[in-house]
């Protein structure tokens, strides 16, 4: 392999590794064993841990340590990793000393509740943006990516990565997902826009889309607390080059990643017209909400 290796040919090294895990978490989603909720994690959708994420996140460094033994590597279950102390290093480096992330289930949740808008995200970033991002969804057999400044990409699974094809987003007239605890932004958008608020409108009973949703024509928008590098900076990015307008919550450009602390963007804004991204910054401005860590 090589030994400075283009995004791309990371994406393509790990790519039959990917398939092969969403295999997997398809495989066993009916009989996933649940594992006690992480701790000290306010987020009830954080929180939430099972085999599949400890497992697919063990396959991808297990890929990464045989083929790049030298990157960097950041996966969101590090703490209970085997293989975290073999990586060269788990944290954000110069530019173009790439950092690899990934969320093993983005949408625990969703996924232990047996519904199908999981996905498995991994993104390659830079000092100064992500370079790369590829969302699995197993239970659709379909993927997303994009490389930066090249657009989204869809592909099906058994197809790879050269199969995929330009994908925008699809509508610009279906609800604005409020992530968790921001809630309170309701109120002000609720007279022009259908609203889902996570929190409140989740159940076991009723699947409701999660970020994702940007993808598949659920959602026309989405508010984030924080853009975590791991899941909502990266689909962030991924939203940003499938066409939508993608800022924090005060209308600026998200920051250099360099510039951010404990792997995590700021509040972001993903929104598919001006007008509604106009309502949400609006909303921003008379909506206390939480921003720490």
């Known amino acids: 392999m090589s030994a400075n290796p283009t995004p791309f040919e990371i994406l393509q090294t790990l790519f039959p590794y990917l398939k092969a895990a969403a295999g997997y978490a398809n495989k066993i989603q ?20 099972t085999d599949a994420d400890l497992s697919i ?23 209970q990793s085997r293989n975290t102390k ?24 969703f996924y232990m509740d047996k519904y199908p808008n999981y996905q498995i995200i991994l ?35 058994n197809d790879g990565l050269d199969g995929a094809v330009p994908h925008r987003m699809e509508k610009t007239d279906q609800p604005i997902l409020l992530g968790t605890r921001m809630g ?3 109120s002000h958008l609720q007279k022009r826009h259908s609203i889902i608020d996570v929190l409140k409108d989740y159940s076991k009973e009723t699947r409701i889309p999660n970020v994702n949703g940007l993808f598949f024509g659920e959602l026309s928008g989405a508010v984030i607390r924080l853009g975590k590098f791991i899941d909502g900076g990266a689909l962030a990015f991924l939203a940003r080059e499938a066409g939508y307008i993608v800022t924090t919550l005060d209308g600026q450009t998200p920051p250099p990643l ?26 921003a401005k008379v909506t206390p909400y939480p921003t720490e860590r």
């Open 184 to 186: 309170g932004f309701a």
């Open 57 to 79: 996140q063990a396959l991808i460094e297990v890929a990464l340590l045989g083929t790049y033994p030298e990157i960097r590597f950041y996966g969101e279950e590090y703490e």
């Open 258 to 283: 360099k510039d951010c602390t404990n792997y995590c963007l700021p509040g972001l804004v993903m929104a598919a017209t001006s007008e509604m991204h106009r309502d949400i910054l609006a909303a």
């Open 30 to 49: 009916s009989a996933i064993a649940i594992l006690p909720e992480k701790e000290d994690v306010d987020n009830p959708f954080a929180a939430a841990l």
């Open 123 to 157: 993104g390659i970033l830079n000092a100064d943006d992500f370079e790369a991002v590829i969302a699995v969804s197993p239970a659709y057999g379909v993927f997303d990516y994009a490389l930066r400044g090249q657009g989204l990409m869809r592909g099906q699974l």
């Open 86 to 109: 073999y990586f060269r290093s788990l944290e954000l480096g110069p530019q173009d000393d790439y950092l690899i992330t990934l969320d093993p289930i983005d949408g625990t949740r």
